[in-house]
């Protein structure tokens, strides 16, 4: 199992006799104050006693674990793989849920099955709700009923993969147990989101292991009364940037049927409450301010498929540059001195056509 430097979410799906942490991360090139815990424990790992040390002693293939390390490396377990099926108790709320199988997953055909969860009876069999919700280091689905659906019930969200060797926050209403069972044969590679690369390259990304958790946001974009559907979401405590959705999805059910949400993540340490402020970009040269300020505290989640948050900006909203990113070759930063898009499209055709003047002039002082 690969990690990268900061955290990372892991779960094990091999056991062996001996799963203390010096043994299970004994390949791994360890640095003072490096953290591993689980749901309600924890260690750190110490240089100078060459140990770890706190209330975490061992892990399992029952749980997840966060893991937070200033150098990437390999992690590596040999012994029997899981069983299935295999039973997993939940508690009411968050929890650190491992995933068993060796090879990425398809989320839809292979998430477990309920199979007790509180106080269900046989008239009210084991079953999701729709406050249901799972969560990657990036990424997250919701259960939607066939009540909300109007056909099959389903998890909807941009997490569509099951990685091996990555756990999951998973967050059910009834405590009780789900019941994993033998993958579906509905393997699956994850390939980057559509612009992903790009938007890399042109500064408008967030490094997810810098942050222990994420607030999922599902939200309906409305500039000048028109619904987006292409463009990119920001979501930025202050001027720092925690979220970016560079694409929509589009909802096949509800009353936002046939509407394109932006269901992004944003990154969080949960240190006190936070502000979170959106901007929206048509272009990746420039981005509106959104009208909403959201707070986010442990365990929020913003939004639906059926009730998204509603951002909208004007022709006469706040439109703001950001010259901090890395900019296309040939591309000149904006510094707009009006909030009108308009000023903006002026802006850069000045620039362009001061540029073309500036070329032509020194050409002609070579000749």
Do not use: C
Not at 30 to 50: A, G, H, I, L
Not at 286 to 301: F, R
């Amino acid at each position: 199992m690969q990690v990268g430097e900061n955290w990372n979410y892991v779960s094990f799906y091999v056991t062996q006799p001996d799963m203390l942490l010096n043994t299970v991360f004994n390949a791994l090139e360890k640095t003072d104050r490096d953290y591993v815990k689980s749901q309600r424990e924890f260690s750190e790992w110490y240089d100078s006693f060459n140990t770890w040390y706190g209330t975490l002693v061992s892990v399992n293939p029952d749980e997840g674990y966060m893991l937070k390390v200033a150098k990437s490396g390999t992690v590596k377990v040999m012994g029997d793989a899981v069983t299935f099926p295999k039973v997993v108790q939940l508690s009411k709320g968050w929890n650190f849920l491992a995933n068993p199988y060796p090879v990425d997953v398809d989320l839809a055909t292979n998430m477990p099955t309920p199979t007790s969860m509180g106080a269900y009876t046989a008239a009210d069999p084991a079953t999701y709700e729709p406050t249901n919700t799972i969560k990657a280091i990036r990424d997250f689905a919701e259960w939607y009923d066939e009540t909300l659906t109007g056909a099959a019930p389903m998890w909807y969200g941009p997490l569509k993969v099951l990685h091996s060797g990555q756990m999951f926050k998973f967050k059910v209403g009834k405590s009780g147990s789900v019941t994993w069972n033998e993958n579906s044969g509905a393997t699956v590679a994850s390939p980057p989101p559509p612009g992903r690369r790009q938007l890399i390259a042109a500064g408008w990304a967030v490094d997810s292991s810098l942050y222990q958790d994420t607030m999922p946001v599902t939200a309906l974009v409305t500039i000048d009364g028109v619904p987006q559907s292409k463009g990119t979401l920001i979501a930025l405590v202050g001027d720092e940037v925690r979220g970016v959705r560079e694409y929509s999805s589009k909802v096949t059910f509800g009353p936002f049927a046939g509407k394109a949400l932006f269901m992004m993540d944003v990154s969080t340490n949960h240190e006190g409450t936070e502000e979170v402020q959106f901007k929206f970009s048509t272009d990746d040269v420039s981005a509106v301010a959104l009208d909403k300020v959201v707070s986010m505290t442990d365990g929020t989640s913003v939004g639906s498929a059926i009730a998204p948050l509603l951002l909208v900006a004007t022709a006469s909203s706040p439109v703001v540059a950001d010259n901090r990113r890395a900019l296309r070759a040939g591309q000149a930063p904006v510094t707009p001195s009006s909030a009108s898009p308009v000023t903006i499209v002026a802006l850069v055709a000045a620039v362009a056509v001061a540029a073309v003047i500036a070329t032509t002039r020194a050409r002609r002082a070579e000749m």
